[in-house]
């Protein structure tokens, strides 16, 4: 575990980033972060370890020739376009699940924006205590801990802007359009990518902490699913044949959800309700909806409302809210 | 720290409860619970290191003479009258803060009715992060983890319960009547004797957990109390000249709370409604409610509604909710 404060080897790999056309000396960046030289050649170590590849030349000094695909730290924190969300960065190579740690740190105080990563989890769970499966560093788990100064009801509304960001997220780094499912799966052609788990503290009438948990499928091979979800689960290299940054498409969601968060504390859920309704898949079709206590309402769904409940028409005309359900589009 | 079953030390204790007119022989014990004689011996110095006083007369056995004032793992459990609740018992000699554990508990799986206890709490916390400071050894401080099958806006409504089940535990108990003031406290000639923090974990729209922690100050004297609180802060003791059976507090509590939980979940909010505004010490007086906005609101308190928000009537005769606020009593 690593609590992370900007740091020198960040420092250094912001530099060669911002100079990936031309040799950076080393002494250059001891002069600029005020370093020794064998520190720089150390972190330099470091970041190849972690899987950039760095050309070392004799008097003309490090230039970045590559930023690996897996989930980095470094990668995540380095050039991250966010004023909190992430700041607060805390990775594990592997970890159990990232949505238990953020709920432990939440009550320990952990402040608004702290993010839980890890492309490794061992023991992640879903909707309804549902198991979780990812790949081993192959996707990305991640739980983000929020601290808004909202009223209980609308916590709700959080899972839809976190949809809607990352849809924004995956179609920016790959190209890739997804839809999304009510309330907290993004699918690409029917097949299910994301999964969004949204977990509240309160305390009395107060919301203390909003703990946005994601698992997301990204560079797994068709095989690397267990066999039984393979009809129903996909992930970006599945769909492109190719292996995708992780650590930019995490970089690209908190950018997103930051700017849309930001613009539902000041506007409202109003703006962000267009937005969910036109990446919606289920809505305009007939839907089956299975609630909690065994019964299924059938009929056309019609869109969400100001809270984030699904409005389901039924053939008499009636429309139902649905506040928790599993969908099946028919 | 201990989880607990029912333990032989504790059949035992059951027994000299069951027997305290008369001598209770090793040997009757030991057919009886079919363990040894030595075990036997062993269990009865351990319940007397926890503050038992127990007679042991040759030839005639044990008898119980009389049972701590103290907090005591055994005397919560023996003769504990709950379905549910404290049967999962989670004692701590001491411990930075019960309602944290609780916390980390409930986000664990612990079950329904699980109490976190000590008499020792280091780093205890009431409601809004404020500190809940405690006497060691003389008070309680306990941390309840429900799993309830309610809406999210009904969760309020467990703080009043708890409310009127320690009152009507500590007149049963001791004599003395309590008031409430709202939404948490237990007063006693206008001084605090019981703070009630209650909390929530949740999933999208559903209720996982709820934790209701209490912090009582039972058998503080008035200078156990920092300086700065003791003309706002009060304990039975301070009251009555003498120390209280603590872990009866404990099991009394539980029983009430136990059946008006199943009263509430049977019937709905308005049995525990009239019970909580008869025991309210500021319904029908004018207050000051200190929003968490800065903005003060006078007038009278006018009771409590179905969710279990405050009505205060202002001068002008319009009714404010108020969900969250500090209250004066005017």
Known sequence: ????????????????????????????????LGCSRTAVWKHIKELESEGFKIEAIQKRGYRLLSTPKELSEARILVGLKTKELGQHLIYF????????????????G???????ITSHQTTGRGRLGRIWSMPKGKGI???????????????????????????KAITDVTGIQTDIKWPNDILVKGKKMVGILTEMQTEGTNVKAVIIGMGMNINADKND????????????????????????I?????????????RYLDEGFSVIKWMWESHAVSIGKRINARL???????GLAKGIDE????LLEDDQGSIHKIYSADIEIK
């Open 292 to 298: 909690f206590n065994g019964k299924v309402l059938t």
């Open 93 to 108: 190579d592997s970890i159990g699940s990232t949505q238990k740690e953020a709920q432990h740190l939440a009550e320990d």
């Open 307 to 310: 809270e984030g409940a699904l």
């Open 141 to 167: 788990a991640m739980s983000l801990i929020l601290r808004p100064e909202l009223s209980i009801n609308r916590i709700p509304q959080l899972t839809l802007i976190a949809a809607v960001a990352v849809v």
């Open 250 to 262: 995490v970089q690209t969601i908190l950018f997103y959800f930051e700017d849309l968060y930001m």
């Open 1 to 32: 575990m690593a609590i992370t404060v900007k740091k020198t080897k960040h420092k250094i790999l912001d530099m060669l980033l911002n100079h990936s056309d031309t040799h950076l000396s080393g002494q250059k960046i001891c002069d600029v």
């Open 225 to 248: 699913f267990p066999e039984e979800i393979r009809s129903i689960a996909t992930s970006l290299k599945t769909l492109t044949g190719k292996s995708h940054d992780m650590s930019l």
């Open 110 to 116: 952990a402040p608004h924006g702290t993010l839980v």
